[in-house]
């Protein structure tokens, strides 16, 4: 057996089969035979697949010894899981089924993992705490930052470990560093189980990794347990997964096990190992394969004799066999079923539920201290809601709370959330948006209310793998087993001078695009609260907007409308009456639609009517048809960018649904088709301005 040990520079070596005598015969046969199902699975799919019964094979060949022995020193139902791909003996050891694997391979309707919406061998349950899992290499790690992390607030049982899988390539993934940072920073019960067989795809973990390994890379990571194992001999990885839990449950920290393992097949049925590894690289993964292995030590122990293994094969061929000949003729998904859980099916932030009257008092107050109002309400209503992000905090450093006045936030959106409520529920995070949004995703699935904050809109971009691969389709995949109720804040837009390209950015319309995800964009003080308040109680993941340049405006403060206010989403506000065209809009374009309705009525002697949106995904189309079939005019304004734009969406509309009651063409207002430049009188000419909008609304009230 070889086990090294490294916490700082200590090393210690473990005698050969320490943790045999752990085990009891009964405990030795139920992972051989995992191992052995685990396997002969494998090899039922590709006979499939190959038979064209099947759509898609990955195979956890290789892989089991560790993967069984993970699931032994951990509790199922207890701690939790973030497995990969390739964890096979993992998820069968932990719960899930040789029949709920087959069913998942056919893509059944009655699959219970996904509905027959995810490929194969990407395990889910509710019940087991094996969370969701997905393609991309390397997302999962933050989210089981999150997941441990909640695990200070939500769970009853302070012994918690989050198991989080990966092979060695995905170590390469910026996620996996941040992820790491993060779980050392917090000291967080997280286990990190990477299984090395030396191959991402074709490429060996020599052209991944300086120096071919992970575990030495992470020499300098404080309070990081480091355990580098044969990944194919079973008692090792039991003694190094026992010691690594031992480790993280006993609240000293993160751990990361590094176990060599072999992989015998290829990396999928799409790929042909035989292309880029040699015959002896081949002979040397078959010599090193866990079953063989085991196999011989259970028979020179006595453990098993050949007759009892020959009938133990054939009952573990006879059930897989079972299993897979029942779920060949499971029905597929239903008809009609394509959009169930793509939201939330217990609360509907566009029901009336939500249409809440204000009950305005006090003096009006900005929109930035309006959101600030809100958060400090809603946290003091529940105890789950954390906010963190870049410098959102007071002053994270507490013995200096007194002495400061405090940061909260770059905008002061967040001042004085830290010192109510505590550095536990406020908190600052390192410069890494995956990992915020990552960790609040993790943090979400396990029933808190997590409000990140994206300091800019233009730096929302790490993030973008965690909101639209993980976060937002977390519901649909999973088949309604797991949700993400995150709001994610993000001050955005232009208008302020010496912005330029990387303070100054919209492109709201890439996230519009995402299935699942709830898009916000106030324009004053009072909405702000109120579309706040409903993403906070909503119960599906909400990217909320904030311009900057509406934060402290004049025009758009209000009083306070009131503890409970709410408003539904995808409800559009009348902003003011008109008879002659309508004009959609919404964030900057609200105002500068007013301003520009004044020229024209005065001008043309014509009225205006303009929508605020407010909502942007769900838009309230009923008010827009109700508008346009009552102006015959329409304009579509918007601060972001003309071509592609989000107008395109409701002009193609409009143009499909309302032909018959137009008078004229649908017209759109926008920035050009450039960044935003720094210097004032360029800025000028690449945002729309309320000249750009006069002159467009003339012409359409004189075509």
Not at 125 to 130: D, G, K, R, T, V
Not at 140 to 162: I, P
Not at 280 to 303: M, N, W
Not at 502 to 529: K, W
């Amino acid at each position: 057996m070889s086990l090294r040990t490294q916490a700082g520079s200590s090393t210690k070596d473990r005698s050969p089969y320490a943790a045999a005598s752990l085990l009891t015969k009964e405990q030795l046969l139920r992972a051989f035979r995992l191992m052995l199902t685990s396997r002969r699975i494998d090899d039922r799919e590709i006979v499939l697949k190959r038979q064209n019964k099947i759509f898609f094979q990955v195979s956890g060949a290789g892989h089991e010894a560790i993967e069984v022995a993970a699931a032994m020193a951990m509790r199922p139902g207890h701690d939790w899981f973030y497995p990969y791909y390739r964890d096979r003996g993992l998820a069968l050891a932990l719960g899930i089924t040789p029949y709920e694997m087959f069913l998942q391979a056919v893509g059944a309707g009655a699959d219970r993992q996904s509905g027959g919406r995810q490929m194969p061998s990407h395990w889910s349950s509710p019940e087991l705490h094996i969370v969701t899992g997905s393609s991309p290499t390397g997302s999962q790690f933050v989210q089981a930052v999150g997941c441990a992390h909640a695990s200070r607030y939500v769970s009853k049982n302070s012994d918690e470990v989050t198991l989080v899988c990966t092979g060695e390539g995905a170590t390469s993934e910026g996620e996996f560093w941040e992820a790491m940072n993060a779980s050392c920073l917090e000291k967080l019960p997280i286990l990190f189980l990477v299984e090395d067989n030396g191959f991402a795809i074709s490429t060996p973990v020599e052209f991944q990794t300086p120096g071919g390994n992970i575990s030495h890379l992470l020499s300098g990571m404080p309070d990081l347990l480091r355990v580098e194992v044969d990944g194919s001999d079973f008692f090792s990885c039991y003694e190094a997964m026992t010691q690594a839990v031992a480790y993280c449950r006993s609240g000293h920290g993160p751990a990361l096990v590094h176990a060599k393992v072999t992989r015998p097949y290829s990396h999928s049925l799409s790929d042909d190992e035989k292309l880029y590894k040699s015959p002896r690289e081949r002979q040397e993964e078959a010599r090193r394969d866990p079953l063989s292995l085991f196999t011989a030590y259970l028979l020179s122990e006595r453990i098993i004799e050949e007759p009892s293994l020959k009938v133990l094969l054939g009952e573990i061929e006879q059930e897989v066999q079972q299993a897979a000949d029942k779920a060949l003729p499971a029905a597929p998904p239903e008809k009609g079923s394509a959009l169930r859980f793509l939201y939330s099916d217990k609360i509907d932030p566009t029901s009336s539920q939500f249409d809440r009257q204000p009950e305005s008092n006090g003096a009006p107050r900005t929109m930035v201290d309006s959101i600030n109002q809100t958060l400090h309400e809603e946290m003091e209503r529940n105890p789950l809601m954390v906010v963190f992000g870049e410098d959102v905090a007071d002053c994270s450093r507490e013995e200096n709370l007194a002495l400061v006045k405090g940061k909260g936030g770059v905008f002061k959106t967040t001042l004085g959330l830290q010192s109510r409520f505590g550095s536990k529920r406020c908190f600052n995070t390192p410069i890494a948006e995956a990992a915020i949004v990552g960790r609040a995703t993790g943090m979400a699935t396990r029933g808190m209310k997590p409000v990140v904050e994206i300091q800019f809109f233009d730096y929302v971009w790490p993030a973008m793998m965690q909101i639209r691969d993980e976060m937002a389709n977390i519901r649909w995949r999973s088949h309604n087993g797991f949700s993400c109720p995150v709001v994610i804040r993000i001050p955005i837009g232009g208008y302020l001078t010496g912005g330029a390209i990387y303070h100054s950015q919209c492109g709201e319309v890439c996230f519009t695009h995402i299935p699942g995800l709830r898009v916000v964009m106030p324009s004053n003080a009072e909405d702000a609260c109120g579309l706040l308040r409903t993403a906070i109680r909503s119960d599906d993941p909400v990217l909320f907007l904030e311009h900057k340049k509406l934060y402290r405006e004049p025009y758009n403060r209000n009083p306070h409308p009131g503890l409970d206010y709410t408003i539904p989403f995808g409800k559009a506000r009348v902003v003011k009456a008109g008879a002659d065209m309508t004009i959609v809009t919404y964030g900057a374009l609200v105002q500068k639609s007013v301003l520009a309705a004044q020229q024209i009525e005065t001008r043309t002697g014509k009225t205006v009517e303009i929508l605020d949106l407010r909502t942007l995904q769900p838009y309230d189309w009923q008010s827009i048809a109700d508008s346009v079939k009552k102006t015959s005019r329409v304009l579509i304004a918007h601060e972001d960018t003309l071509s592609f734009g989000y107008g395109a969406e409701i002009a193609a509309r409009i143009a499909d649904e309302l032909f018959t009651f137009l008078d004229a063409p649908v017209k759109r207002v926008a920035a050009l088709d450039t960044w935003v430049g720094y210097n004032p009188e360029l800025e000028d000419e690449i945002l729309p301005q309320v000249r750009d909008l006069v002159e467009t609304a003339e012409t359409l009230l004189g075509f």
